[in-house]
């Protein structure tokens, strides 16, 4: 089956480590981005990737980062200069920014 | 920059009773959009999408949303609502490579 695979789905992490988060695609698209959703607030756009070996920063980059070695797969990693990590993180693939997005299940990570 | 406002952020209906959620864009150019939808534990998902011709778009599960021009808006529009329909709706806006999303709309159909 075609679509988007994100691993973990729960996460669990100390204060002042960084953790990566996985997403895998086989819809062979070139656009990948990576959203956190936090209640009331909808979906945020962390980082983006238009083709491999390039990324954008997004909306709220600060404390996060991401690396694009193949077209199906863009890891992001939360630092521990995220301030406030507990989230629910979504990574989405499509065509371009004109066609329609497909998202992953999610990674919910808790930091304690 | 382009920005998508959601006007609704929580609703709660009984069922059978008719749906209508907001949603206003604001682009520079050329705009495709979008309402995804995310029930309870499931992954986000496509419910329709307008890119050109016919303002008002059919999707799945019943739902349409009307693209009005003049007023920036894409309304989304069901007109009987069930149990299962329960599930927080998002607006989005594409024209670029960066899809932008409203802040979600949570819908509570009571049976």
């Known amino acids: 089956d075609g679509g988007i695979t994100q691993s973990p789905k729960y996460l669990f992490r100390k204060e002042g480590q960084n953790v990566t988060l996985s997403c895998e695609q086989n819809l062979n698209h070139d656009a990948m981005y990576w959203y956190r959703q936090d209640p009331g607030q909808g979906l945020r756009l962390i980082y983006y990737s238009q083709i491999v070996n390039d990324f954008q920063k997004g909306d709220i980059a600060e404390g996060y980062s991401v690396s694009r070695e193949k077209k199906e797969s863009f890891p992001l990693t939360v630092t521990s200069a995220q301030k406030n990590p507990t989230a629910f993180y979504l990574c989405?693939?499509?065509?371009?920014?004109?066609?329609?997005?497909?998202f992953g299940q999610g990674t919910r990570l808790t930091v304690v | 920059a382009q920005s998508v406002s959601q006007h609704n952020h929580h609703v709660i209906l009984s069922e059978a009773a008719s749906l209508e959620l907001g949603c206003n864009y604001s682009?520079?150019?050329?705009?495709?959009l979008f309402w995804y939808v995310q029930y309870p534990g499931q992954h986000l998902q496509l419910l329709l999408k307008?890119?050109?011709?016919?303002?008002l778009v059919k999707g799945i599960k019943g739902f349409e949303a009307e693209f009005i021009k003049s007023k920036f808006s894409f309304n989304l529009r069901k007109p009987s609502v069930q149990w299962s329909d329960t599930a927080e709706y998002f607006c989005?806006?594409?024209?670029?490579?960066?899809?932008?999303f409203g802040r979600g709309t949570s819908l509570i159909v009571h049976p």
């Open positions: 307008y890119f050109s011709g016919d303002p």
């Open positions: 989405a693939s499509s065509d371009t920014g004109n066609t329609e997005a497909f």
């Open positions: 682009y520079g150019g050329t705009v495709n």
């Open positions: 989005a806006a594409g024209g670029s490579y960066i899809p932008t």
